[in-house]
């Protein structure tokens, strides 16, 4: 076995704490577009159509757009190796927490239950009047199929509902936030996986883990500006490594 895949599964089994932070790297290798590449979702859709102030100055054409590109870019796509290898680490007790910046909620799919959304997940909507949160893919159905005359209202109370995810414009909520910053501070390792660390404030993740003296293994494809003080660096897809490390921290 590769045996910086070796080392990596021994950090994570010695550690008390162990948190996974997920980027990109992870969704695109079921096969989502990532966002600013050339074939990616923000080439193919104008970013400005998916704004918070789209969204409030004319929510009917938001939701039709949403709609559209909820099928086109994040429909029929499953869970892949990579989600389902942290899942098994979860459930065998080596792994304490996932924090993802996507909004795919494949992790949750693929069986990990402690997972924190720093960007929210599409697999909700959230009402802006109750806080009421609800399974989003009726929604978008009812504005495809036209069954919903304009966006659609909240069931309990009539009031907005809006994707549960961050959109352009959009602070990230400080729950889960605060809650990913106090993570990093008490991870003892800290695994950064298909991450290319440049979207801020979730890329300074990994620098807070490791100030307080984590062991940072990071698994993705390209160097990282962490990788010269990573105890391991991985440049291998996540499909291969994070099966790696699961079966030799399992074994």
């Not at 966006?151 to 729950?175: I, R, Y």
Request: proline share 6%; glycine share 10%.
């Amino acid at each position: 076995m590769n045996e910086r895949i070796e080392r990596a599964a021994r950090l994570v089994q010695e550690a008390e704490t162990v948190v996974a932070f997920t980027g990109a790297g992870v969704s695109t290798a079921s096969g989502i577009p990532d966002f600013r590449s050339d074939g990616g979702i923000w080439k193919r859709y104008d970013p400005g159509d998916f704004h918070i102030r789209r969204f409030e100055a004319d929510p009917d054409g938001f939701w039709r757009d949403r709609a559209e590109l909820v099928a086109d870019v994040y429909d029929g796509y499953e869970p892949n190796a990579a989600h389902e290898a942290l899942a098994a680490l979860e459930r065998e007790g080596e792994l304490d927490r996932v924090v993802t910046q996507n909004i795919d909620g494949l992790h949750t799919r693929a069986g990990s239950e402690s997972v924190v959304e720093i960007h929210g997940s599409g697999d909700r909507v959230v009402c802006r009047n109750c806080g009421q949160r609800r399974t989003a893919e009726p929604f978008y159905e009812a504005v495809r199929d036209g069954d919903i005359d304009g966006a659609p209202q909240c069931p309990d109370c009539d009031g907005s509902l809006k994707p549960d995810v961050v959109l352009f414009g959009e602070p990230l909520p400080t729950g889960p936030l605060e809650k990913a910053k106090r993570l990093s501070h008490e991870a003892d390792c800290f695994l950064v996986v298909g991450s290319s660390l440049t979207v801020e404030p979730a890329a300074s993740l990994p620098d807070r883990a490791a100030t307080t003296g984590a062991d940072l293994v990071v698994v993705n494809l390209d160097e990282t500006r962490v990788s010269d003080r990573a105890a391991v660096d991985l440049r291998e897809g996540v499909t291969d490594a994070l099966p790696g490390i699961r079966s030799a921290a399992l074994d």
